[in-house]
C-alpha cells in the first residue's frame, strides 16, 4: 500500500480499526503525544480536537500530521524483501597498492564461508568495506563488487541502507539496559518478525548451544560474559537479522563454538566473509582469500588434507578448551589433559 | 557554491564524520571550509585546520544556539563564497532538544550515535525529524543487533531519512555519505530561504538575565505546566 493509500484509511477508519489492524501505530501516536485521541473517530476528525498549539510543538500541522502517520505506516509495514533476493555477490578484482591489476573474478554464493587471510595492513578491511559500499570502480582499489552478476547504480546502492551488511567484532558490546528476552523481542518487534515467541526462543537456544557457559533468559546483556555475548549476537544475526552478508572480523578466543557458529550463520544462507588468522575459523571457510600488498593474491579452495587436518586442528582447541576450564576451576594441570579424551 | 548543515548532540562524531567525509570527497585542499558554531568553548577549529580545513569559529555565548545560527549563517555563506570554496559544512552542536538548524532546500544532516541509548532518536526532535539523512556513528563498539534497533527507531521519528552508519574513526561508511552528498544544489545566498522548524521561542525574562525565582519575575513568554489536583 502506499503513503496516500494509508492516508485515505486513516481519513475514512474509525482510529481504533486502524490501530487493531496496525498496532504499530501506536508508537506513532506515542512519539507526538497523541495517546489519547479519541479512538472512534477517523484519526484526521480526532485530530481536530487537539491544540494547534501541540501539534506546532512537533512541527506539524493537521495535514502535516495525517501525512507524517501515512508515511509511517508505510514504513513499518512488512514488505517484499529486495536483500531476500541476494544470491550471490562477485569481486571483480581491482589492483594492489603498486597498481598492478588483481586480474580476478570471485563469485561467491548464499551459503559459503570466505576466509581472508594477510599480514595487518595488508588490505583486509579495505576489501570488507569495498563489500559493504559495493564498490563500482569508485574507491582507491578499483575493484566492483556486483551482486546477483550485475553491476549497482548509485540509487540502488543508497536502498540497501546498509542493510545489506552486518558486522561482528572483538571489540563489539551490549550497552542495553535489558534482559536477554526483552532484548530479543526487541529486536523481533523492530524486525516486524509475525511469530515473536517463537523466533526468540530459538535464538536463545542456539545462543546457549553456542556459549561455552549457559545463561538465562532473565540474565541482563550487560552482564553476560565475552563468549556469551558473542554467542547471543551470532544466534540474534542468524535468525533475526535481515542481511544477507556477514563480515566477521577477529572472533579468535571468543569462548563459543567458532565452527558450530560459522556452521549456523552459513546455513541460514548467508554469506559469510571471515578475517581471522585463528586456523579453525580460516579452514572452516570453503575458500580463502590471501591479501598481499592491498590485493588479492590469490583465492585458494579448502584441500583435502587441509578438512582432513580440521578434525585435529579441533582436538586441540578443545584440549585449550578444557585447560582453560580446568584453570578457571582452580585445578592443576596433568600431562594425560594434553592427550585427546578417551570418550 | 555547495552547502551542508550538519548538527547533532555533543560528541556525537560531527568533526569525526565531517573530516572523514572531506577526506572521502577529494576535493582540492582549500576548496571546502567549515563553519563551526558552538556555545562556550571548542577545539573542534584544532582538528580541522590540523587537517588543512579552512575554519571559521563561532560561540553563541547566552543566546541560544539557534538563533545565533540563523543571525549568522547567510555570513557564512558570503565567507564561504568569497573564499572561492566548492562546498561549505556547517557543524553545530544541538542543546536543548529543541534546535533543528536546518533550511529548506539546504542538504541537512543529523549525526547521532549509538551509544546514547536505543530511546535518544525519539526524545532528540526536530534536529532528527528535519533532517534528510541521519548518520549513526559508533557502531563499531555495539552489536549488530542494537544498530538495527537504533536504526528503527530513527526511521519512527523520520520515515523519510536516509540512514546511513559510518565510523568516526575509520571512516567506514564516509565513502556512501560523500556519494550522497554530492546531491547538494548550488547557492550563492540564503536570503529569502527558510527555516524547516521555528527557532525555540526565548523571549522571557530569565532569557534576558533574570536570576530570582517566582512569578514577580516572570515576564514574557511563558509556558506553566498545569498540576492536577490528587
Ligand atoms: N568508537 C568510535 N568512536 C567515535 C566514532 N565517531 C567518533 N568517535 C569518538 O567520539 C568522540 C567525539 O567525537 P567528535 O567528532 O569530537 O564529536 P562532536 O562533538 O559531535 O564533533 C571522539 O573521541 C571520537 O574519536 C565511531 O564511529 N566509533
Ligand atoms: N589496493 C589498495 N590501493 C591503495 N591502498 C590500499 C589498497 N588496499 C589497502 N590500502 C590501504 O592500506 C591501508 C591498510 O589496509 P587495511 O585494510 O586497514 O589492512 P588490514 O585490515 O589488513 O590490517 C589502508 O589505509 C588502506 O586504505
Ligand atoms: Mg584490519
Ligand atoms: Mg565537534
Ligand atoms: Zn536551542
Ligand atoms: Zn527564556
Known sequence: MTVNEFMMILDSKPLAEVLKEYPIGWDFLANFRLNNLANELPFSQALLKVDDEALAEFGLDRFGALKSFGAFLEQFTPKENPLEEVKSITISGGWNKSRTPENISLTISAGEIISIVGPTGSGKSRLLNDIECLAQGDTLTGRRIL??????????????EGKLVAQLSQNMNFVMDLTVREFLEMHAKCRLTPNVGEVVAICFQRANQLAGEKFSEDTLVTQLSGGQSRALMIADTAYMSDSPIILIDEIENAGINRRQAIGLLAKREKIIFVSTHDPLLALSAHKRIIIKNGGIAKVISISEEEKESLGVIENLDNTMQRLRTALRAGELIHMKDLSEPSS | MKLITVAGPPSSGKTSVILKLIECMNCAKGSIGVVKFDCLTSFDNLSYEEAGIPVQTGFSGKIC?????????????????ESGFELLITESAGLCNRCSPYIRGILAVCVIDNLSGVNTPRKIGPMLKFADIVVVTKGDIVSQAEREVFAFNIRQVNSAAKVIFVNGITGQGAFILAKYLQQAVEIQSLTDTKLRFTTPAAVCSYCTGETKIGAPYQMGMMKKMEFKNL
Open chain 2, 65 to 81: 544556539p539557534d538563533h545565533y545560527f540563523v543571525s549568522n549563517i547567510e555570513d557564512a555563506v558570503q565567507w564561504g563564497v
Open chain 1, 147 to 160: 551482486v546477483n552478476g550485475a553491476e549497482l547504480d548509485d540509487l540502488q546502492r543508497f536502498e540497501m
